[in-house]
């Protein structure tokens, strides 16, 4: 066989190659065709809820309209995670003084077993004075969750009260007045950058 013959080959061969490319993958950086999604980029994060205060009483969302909430989902017998985050949501609201007062910090509580109102109402002491402690049934806590798209797992452990823990994400979650999702921050976040943050919600 000759040389140009194989050479003429070989480019033809090559040439098919980068034309099915083409037909198959379509212009670079084109969508599909057809009609698309559309997409508001508003996350669905909150909703109704019906839980009971710290003080014992029923509460649900329309509780807390006209206010901005700071959501945080935790437990009283949590080691670490949930007290250093509730300790920056207080520093942060601390930091930013009578201009958050429109904030209304909440914990919710994953472990409505243990968190009893009266419980709920010992520990919040520990931090913010307008801290508000949440709880309830299992269901109401477990819709409440859900709203909020939380991760919570009851897992074993001997060293826990009651032989167990909770495994949960740990995010704070700034809501508007009428109960809509602005913002989350991580609960590792620092108190200068929060308080920075909820600033420029005010």
């Given amino acids: 066989m000759r040389w140009p013959l194989v050479v003429a080959m070989v480019v033809g061969l090559l040439a ?20 698309q999604p559309l997409t508001t980029g508003k996350a669905l994060i909150g909703g109704p809820f019906r839980l009971v205060d710290h003080k014992g009483r029923s509460v649900t969302e329309k509780d807390f309209a006209g206010r901005k909430m700071l959501v945080f989902f935790g437990f009283t017998s949590c080691p670490d995670v949930c007290p250093s985050g509730l300790q920056v949501i207080s520093a942060a609201l601390d930091k930013l003084g009578p201009k958050a007062e429109t904030i209304t910090p909440v914990l919710i509580t994953v472990d409505p077993g243990r968190d009893t109102p009266a419980v709920l109402a010992e520990y919040v002491k ?77």
Avoid: C, N, W
Wanted: hydrophobic share 35%.
């Fill in 126 to 202: 520990s931090f913010h004075p307008r801290l508000v402690g949440l709880t309830g049934s299992e269901e109401q806590v477990q819709a409440a969750a859900k709203a909020y798209r939380v991760y919570a797992k009851k897992v074993p452990d001997d060293k826990s009260p009651g032989g167990y823990t909770i495994e949960h994400s740990a995010y704070l979650y700034l809501m508007d007045e009428s109960g809509g999702f602005l913002t989350h921050f991580p609960s590792t976040v620092g108190v200068d950058r929060l308080a920075q943050e909820l600033a420029k919600a005010l």
């Fill in 16 to 35: 098919g190659s980068v034309i099915a490319l083409i037909v198959v993958s379509g212009t670079p950086g084109r969508e599909a065709s057809g009609p």
